[in-house]
């Protein structure tokens, strides 16, 4: 019997040091236990491999979409340079075009200024050929009264006397 209560005792104490070791291990975990059935472990599975599927998509949509804004970001890059240079080229245009305008403006000034200087001319060449115009017109009536007179008096006083005697001495 001694055997027998030494083998009890043995076992006594061997689930004791189990059950210790038990309660400490369940101590640690701090975690609740469940039972599940097969049906809901494969369901549970096949939901781990669906987002792990899901998982590896949208790594993949990631990067697509990286790459996608990498070349995106390149483009938009080149596009700015394209702008910059475009828009430095068309202020530089501009300025080229208003230095030009502004040459021509005074060009069309110097113009404008001479053609009112030439009109002035003109016009003062026209008033001085009315003035010379109306001298000689009176010039050539003065000589042509002159002249008139000079008839009248001829005929009057010597060119008739001497055209009576004609008529009368014949």
Same mark, same amino acid.
């Given at each position: 019997? =001694?055997?027998? %209560?030494? @083998?009890?005792?043995?076992?006594? *104490?061997?689930?004791?040091? *189990?059950? =210790?070791?038990? #309660? !400490?291990? /369940? !101590?640690?975990?701090? $975690? ?15 939901? *781990? ?12 949509? !990631? /990067?697509?979409? %990286? ?12 596009? /700015? ?5 475009? $828009? ?11 230095? &030009? ?5 005074? +060009?069309?000034? #110097? *113009? ?5 200087? +030439?009109?002035?001319? &003109?016009? $003062?060449?026209?008033?001085? !050929? ?11 009536? @003065?000589? @042509? ?19 009576? &005697? ?5």
């Amino acid at each position: 019997m =001694c055997l027998l %209560k030494k @083998v009890f005792i043995f076992i006594f *104490l061997f689930f004791l040091l *189990l059950f =210790c070791l038990a #309660d !400490a291990l /369940r !101590a640690e975990e701090q $975690e609740v236990w469940y039972l599940i059935s097969g049906t809901e472990l494969q369901s549970i599975e096949t939901l *781990l491999e669906k987002s792990e599927k899901d998982r590896q998509s949208w790594e993949l949509q !990631a /990067r697509e979409l %990286k790459n996608e804004a990498a070349n995106l970001n390149g483009q938009l890059a080149v596009g /700015r340079r394209r702008y910059w240079a475009l $828009e430095q080229s068309f202020n530089e245009y501009e300025t080229d075009q208003s230095n &030009k305008l502004s040459l021509k403006n005074g +060009e069309i000034a #110097d *113009l404008k200024k001479e053609v009112a200087k +030439e009109k002035l001319e &003109k016009q $003062e060449w026209k008033s001085k !050929a009315a003035t010379r115009l109306i001298i000689i017109i009176a010039i050539i009536a @003065v000589v @042509v009264l002159i002249i008139a007179f000079k008839v009248f008096l001829w005929i009057k006083g010597g060119a008739a006397a001497s055209l009576i &005697k004609s008529f009368v001495g014949r």
